[in-house]
């Protein structure tokens, strides 16, 4: 029987088959190999106790995709959910992850929400900073039960990361979504979280058909790792139209003279946000570097 990996704890691996859960255990091979299940793993399961929903993975189907931070698999995108105000969006932290992101090459989607509480001024503002990323970006609003059939367009038929500091409504969106489900999400709650099995892991959610929503917890701080500061620049894709202005080749963008990126940021075509938290972002980088 084929199925999904939506949560792994301790050596036990719960996995979405057929519209049920089963609580399996991998088969030593997986380890003999040093191959490890992880969240979002499509694997091949046989049943050992259908009353007791029990079984064991077989076999684990080729991965589209590996992330490491978090580690999961065969994610499509990532849904990065800051609130428009009350917390007000901290963009440092959303353009880590927006970096973090753009090095695994997972698309990235953001949602703004609590869109009820900012002006049409603040929205425009939010909007320009962030459509030079490339990234779609979605405003909400749970309390006005505003957008979440855009959140539904972009989330069908794929497995999708769903991060974001504390307080910015992640819960209230899962639970609008959830009632999309074909399945009943509370069974699968309280199956998965009894006893010992209460620490938070990352772990899909059903939200429909073949769709999957991953909360994935430890976004508070996001930290680059393995990154040199040189290598910063190409994971900021609005950079790349203005580059060619650049008088060196191989400009970082910071103290260099006659650069691209400094004068579309004095232009106004990159936001001085953006341009900014990569200056921070490079230092950081170069700091490590220096002390590592």
């Known amino acids: 029987m084929k199925g999904k ?14 519209y049920k859960l089963y609580e399996c255990k991998a088969k030593g091979v997986f380890r003999n190999q040093k191959i490890k299940p992880l969240v979002g793993d499509d694997v091949e399961i046989s049943v050992l106790d259908s009353r007791k929903m029990l079984g064991s993975i077989e076999e684990i ?36 992850f927006l970096i973090m992101m753009e090095k695994q090459n997972v698309p990235t989607v953001i949602c703004f929400n609590k869109t009820d509480l900012v002006d ?14 490339e990234c779609p970006v979605i405003f909400a609003s749970t309390y006005e039960e505003h957008g979440m059939e855009a959140l ?10 769903l991060a974001g500091p504390s307080g910015v409504g992640k819960s209230s969106i899962m639970n609008m979504l959830n009632p999309k489900a074909n399945m009943d999400t509370g069974d699968i709650s309280k199956k998965i979280e009894r006893g010992k099995h209460t620490t938070r892991h990352s772990e899909l959610i059903p939200v429909g058909e073949d ?15 393995d ?20 008088r060196f080749r191989g400009c970082n963008h910071m103290g260099e003279k006659e650069c691209g990126i400094k004068q579309a940021v004095a232009d106004g075509k990159i936001p001085v946000s953006r341009y900014e938290n990569y200056r921070l972002f490079f230092e950081e980088l170069k700091d490590k570097k220096r002390y590592s």
């Open 5 to 18: 990996i939506i949560k792994g704890i301790a050596g036990f691996y719960y996995v979405y088959a057929d």
């Open 61 to 96: 189907l080729p991965r589209t995709s590996e992330l490491i931070r978090p580690a999961v698999a065969n994610v499509d995108q990532a849904l990065v959910v800051f609130a428009a105000a009350l917390p007000e969006p901290n963009f440092n932290l959303l353009d880590r």
């Open 120 to 133: 049409g001024i603040c929205l425009k503002k939010y909007q320009k900073i962030y459509t030079v990323s």
């Open 152 to 161: 539904l367009a972009v989330l069908k038929g794929k497995t999708t990361a």
């Open 211 to 225: 769709t999957f929503l991953m909360d994935t917890p430890g976004f508070s701080s996001v930290y680059f790792y």
């Open 227 to 246: 990154m040199e500061p040189e290598d910063l620049k190409g994971y900021y894709r609005e950079f790349e139209a203005f580059e060619p202005a650049c």
